[in-house]
């Protein structure tokens, strides 16, 4: 995408960006679910699909002509960290399914975990690039307040999709809340520090997470996700105003 395409039509430049990195991802997934490949071969090879996906969006943000620190990899705005409350909520975020599952949700190989870990990094990288470095930036052509809600709306309806596979009505209301409301948290911290680092670290050990945790959506799962649901609301309204109204 030309620089002049993207400044006429940003909307659609955000759309085609993220389609792009969830078709790559997708095209990884789909490959090891087809050889039925085991634990360890299927993340890697996902991995590398991913890996695909990142190289593409470096191109396409070359292409754009835009600066790898005006996509927000630069360290965070001076004086940002306090305003996003020095990310307290995130931790918190993460320390509400440790708590209610406990050590014994850990039970892979550490062969297992150690893919794991290094797929969630690309993932996590991967997704910020695309969702708040591409699409973000493309938005910001019309305002800083349309680039938090627009990529926040594609980077929600695109997650929730993988959540209509859920077969508890409840479960899918949850995840799509969830999918949501964090592409808005992550939207509004890139609009307040500048920067996409906090958001790829998060990213990633949120997906780790959630990868090791994941069990059948029971009463402590339901509770888990409440939670952190209701934090992600109330974090995202404490930013609100700051986030829509940066220059």
Not at 62 to 89: H, Q, T, Y
Not at 110 to 120: Q, W
């Amino acid at each position: 995408m030309s620089e002049k395409y993207i400044t006429k039509h940003p909307y659609l430049a955000a759309v085609i960006a993220a389609l792009i990195c969830t078709f790559l991802t997708a095209v990884g997934s789909a490959a090891a679910q087809v050889a039925e490949l085991a634990e360890v071969p299927a993340y890697l090879v996902m991995t590398a699909s991913v890996v695909l996906s990142i190289l593409v969006g470096l191109w396409l943000l070359r292409r754009s002509r835009i600066s790898s620190e005006e996509a927000g990899f630069r360290r965070p705005a001076s004086g940002s960290l306090r305003s996003v409350w020095f990310c307290v909520p995130l931790l918190l975020l993460e320390i509400i399914p440790l708590v209610a599952y406990g050590p014994d949700a850990f039970t892979r190989p550490g062969a297992e975990y150690a893919v794991l870990a290094l797929f969630t990094v690309v993932v996590g990288f991967n997704e910020e690039l695309y969702f708040r470095g591409l699409a973000f930036s493309f938005l910001t052509r019309r305002s800083r307040k349309q680039a938090v809600i627009g990529s926040s709306i594609v980077f929600g309806v695109l997650h929730a999709a993988n959540a209509l596979s859920g077969t508890n009505p409840l479960e899918v209301l949850l995840q799509i809340a969830f999918a949501i409301l964090a592409g808005l948290m992550l939207a509004l911290l890139v609009s307040i520090t500048r920067s996409l680092w906090i958001g790829i670290v998060w990213h990633a050990v949120h997906n780790f997470l959630s990868f090791s945790t994941e069990m059948v959506f029971d009463q402590t799962a339901l509770v888990v996700v409440s939670a952190q649901v209701l934090v992600l609301l109330i974090f995202a309204v404490g930013l609100w105003k700051r986030g829509t109204t940066a220059a």
